[in-house]
């Protein structure tokens, strides 16, 4: 059933009281957890299924995935259902993020509740290994799709950050025209591109303003052919003029920040919690977390390490790219440790 043609609204019609009860619909006493995976292939074509008929929210797209149940953690949740639900057996995976989401209740013309008011807490996997092939064992369609591009819908709408971030690439390179000086940084930068470089940072704090905006400028227009996404470490006004895909916020402009701005990506510098739960309050779309490592960047900072990085961000509800002395080979124990992907100035140019 097409659900997108019911003419849903969110809340009650003035007046009108809901059939069955508005303390049924609006009032939210508890938190669902669920574990959701996102089954991805390596060319990052990603599985959605369709909620069936008589589920709440049927014919809305959905990752795979549901309830954890009592006494089951997250990790084993995912690995139940999606035997389940698709008949796959999950053998590797990375845990992502972790959103919590307030579902209105809805009801349809006359009134009548139709889903009731719900909080749930997804805990977000990426699935990179299973067995078997995935079938709709709940009678479900199943669709590959790109992230970017879906050509399936609607959406359950708790998912429409989980898409974005899945549109980032886990390979994030910051520029590095100090040290490469330019006709190597653009050579590199080309092959880098033609090789499938696909998320570019560009940050030149030692060129003017008006440098600055200039190699940006060639930047994004070698980016384009590519569909690569180019940040730009400045303030908002300034990306927003070079019609940059995003702007990079340095941990002081982040902290100064009260909203997050409108029309296009907002990724951020953080080093410790408190940066980390600014960003997560303005909803931004990525984070940076550094230093993981030593790093010639930086080197009177003491790295987090590993273990501290992993613990900050357990649980956090933004993409978060490790940074700080990462290598390419840096980017699969990232993951296990919670990382979106990584974030590399010297390494990703040379190696590509
Ligand atoms: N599976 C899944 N659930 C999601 C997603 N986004 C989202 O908000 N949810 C919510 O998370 C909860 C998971 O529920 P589910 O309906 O899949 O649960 P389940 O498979 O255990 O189903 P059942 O309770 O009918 O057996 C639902 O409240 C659902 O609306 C998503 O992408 N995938
Ligand atoms: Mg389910």
């Not at 809901?18 to 074509?45: C, F, H, L, W, Y």
């Not at 035997?83 to 013309?109: C, N």
């Not at 303030?235 to 702007?247: I, K, M």
Request: charge should be negative; aromatic fraction near 8%.
């Amino acid at each position: 059933m097409s659900t997108s043609a019911l003419n849903l609204s969110t809340k009650g019609p003035a007046g009108a009281s809901p059939a069955e009860g508005s303390a049924a619909g609006d009032s939210v006493t508890k938190v669902t957890e669920a574990a959701v995976g996102i089954v991805q292939r390596d060319n990052g074509m990603v599985l959605l299924g369709e909620r069936p008929v008589g589920k709440p929210w049927e014919g809305y797209w959905e990752f795979p995935g549901g309830k954890v149940e009592p006494n089951e953690t997250p990790a084993q949740a995912l690995k139940r259902e999606l035997q389940e639900e698709l008949g796959i057996i999950v053998t590797r995976f990375h845990s992502w993020m972790t959103r919590t989401y307030e579902y209105e209740a809805r009801y349809d013309q006359s009134g009548k509740l139709i889903t009731p008011a719900k909080a749930v807490k997804l805990h977000f996997f990426i699935v990179v290994e299973w067995q078997g092939d995935p079938v709709g064992l709940e009678d479900q369609q199943l669709s590959w799709q790109n992230p970017e591009k879906l050509t399936v819908g609607p959406m359950l709408p708790a998912n429409t950050p989980i898409l974005t971030a899945l549109s980032l690439a886990p390979v994030y390179a910051i520029s590095n025209l100090k040290e490469m000086g330019e006709v190597q940084f653009f050579e590199r930068l080309k092959m880098a591109l033609e090789n499938g470089l696909m998320m570019i940072q560009v940050r030149e704090p030692d060129l003017s303003k008006q440098d600055l905006m200039l190699f940006a400028e060639h930047v994004i227009a070698l980016a384009k052919p590519f569909e690569a996404k180019v940040f730009v470490n400045t303030d908002v006004e300034s990306a927003q003029q070079l019609n940059a895909a995003g702007v990079h916020l340095s941990a002081q402009r982040l902290m100064q920040l009260k909203v997050k701005p409108e029309g296009l990506l907002v990724g951020a510098s953080c080093h410790n919690a408190a940066e980390l739960a600014h960003a997560k309050m303005l909803a931004l779309d990525y984070v940076t977390l550094s230093p993981v490592k030593s790093t010639l960047s930086h080197p009177n900072t003491a790295p987090l390490g590993w273990a501290t990085f992993n613990q900050l961000v357990a649980g956090y509800s933004l993409p978060v790219f490790a940074l700080g002395g990462m290598l390419r080979e840096d980017l699969d124990p990232a993951r296990t440790y919670g990382a979106h992907g990584i974030a590399m100035q010297r390494d990703v140019w040379g190696a590509l």
